[in-house]
């Protein structure tokens, strides 16, 4: 967390008073969530009546695939299809494989390019070939390689069929421009940890018109679209890490370029033979690379006894370890899927983090390809 968000949150953590409680404890600690909900507003561009608070970026994805839907699905029952990407996160996934596995949901997953991006016209190919959609959610940018989505274009041609769009801006939030307001959006979706703030506190970003049923049934909080005591510690530290990221927007993304452009020659230059995926269009803290012939888990160990972290996207299904499922989309083949790994950049990294990480890639990635010969035999 950054430092500022820290300590608001843990001077809140030593107050008392729920914010719908009607007593003074009660009215300061609206007064807290209030605030910081017009900080968060500020941040999107968007007003604060439409910042509904969650407990993750997972449950604001769930509210508004599920929300959408039974609320389109009642208006009429053949708006049961959902369209979305195939590099779409599990927060996304999941929530649209359950509809389907049991509320008799249809999904399209719309394809996309060797560069992660999706392909506008086969989502224009298939609305056209069948308008009767719940919802379209595509990410606005992809949280393995970076890419960024043609979003504008995505929400103009669903519009035309006046079909709500969603967008899982969880990875873009406080990363690059983005205005709630400008793009149009019916949904967007944040969370707090990936911008200084904390762990398990998000917000779904919905237009003000916007039928959604909500998932949460309990005390009527949020509009009566999210039921649940609201964490207040965790709220004003949302609030203070998503000015932060707005006012420090443009520095900490110039910084981030040229940490991961550094990063990218260095690990290039240390092992000619990877290759750096998805490098233009991108989120400026995420660098990817493939070192043909490395186990991804072999060098995440590797690398992690060294003390640096990494991702390999991969997902282990009955102790199997198989490839990310957005490396597959981009077209690479398994072996080329699992031989890859994600670095990513914070607003606080710094070009000692990169240097510790250059000075021994090469080493890991050689101990990799050992393992996996031996491995073989
Ligand atoms: N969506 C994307 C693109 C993410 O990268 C993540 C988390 O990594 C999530 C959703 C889930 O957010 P949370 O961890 O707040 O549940």
Known sequence: MSD???????????????????????????????????????????????????????????????????????????????????????????????????????????SVNDRAQLNVDELVDEIERDPKVALVTVMFANNEVGTLQPITRIIE????????????????????????????????????????????????????????TPVLHGGGQERDIRSGTLDTPAIRALGVAAQEAHDHLSDRAVRMSALRADLTARVL???????SNGDTD????????????????????????????????????????????????????EPEARASLRFSLGFNSTSADIDALVSVIGGVVERARRAGQVSKR
């Open 4 to 110: 500022t968000a820290r300590i608001a949150m843990v001077d809140e953590l030593g107050k008392i008073g729920n914010a719908s409680s009607l007593h003074g404890s009660g009215r300061r600690a609206r007064k807290v969530v209030e605030e910081a909900r017009e900080a968060i507003a500020r941040a999107i561009d968007a007003t604060p009546g439409e910042i509904v608070l969650t407990g993750s970026g997972t449950e604001a994805n769930n509210l508004a695939i599920k929300g959408l839907y039974w609320k389109r699905v009642q208006e009429d029952p053949a708006n049961n299809r959902i369209i979305s990407s195939s590099i779409e996160h599990h927060a996304v996934m999941d929530p649209i494989q359950w509809l389907v596995d049991h509320e008799g949901a249809r999904v399209t997953w719309v």
């Open 157 to 212: 041609v669903a519009h035309k069929y006046g079909i709500p769009v969603h967008t899982d801006a969880v990875q873009a939030f406080g990363k690059v421009p983005l205005s709630f307001e400008n793009l149009d959006i019916d949904a967007l979706t944040i969370s707090g940890h990936k911008i200084g703030g904390p762990l398990g506190i998000g917000a779904l970003i919905v237009k003000k018109d916007l039928k959604l």
């Open 269 to 275: 230059a240390e092992v000619p033979d990877s290759r």
């Open 282 to 333: 991108t989120l400026p803290g995420i660098a990817h690379f493939t070192f043909a012939g490395a186990e991804g888990d072999a060098l995440l160990l590797l690398l992690d006894a060294q003390g640096i972290e990494s991702s390999t996207g991969s997902a282990c299904s009955a102790g199997v370890p198989r490839p990310s499922h957005v490396l597959v989309a981009m077209g690479m083949s």
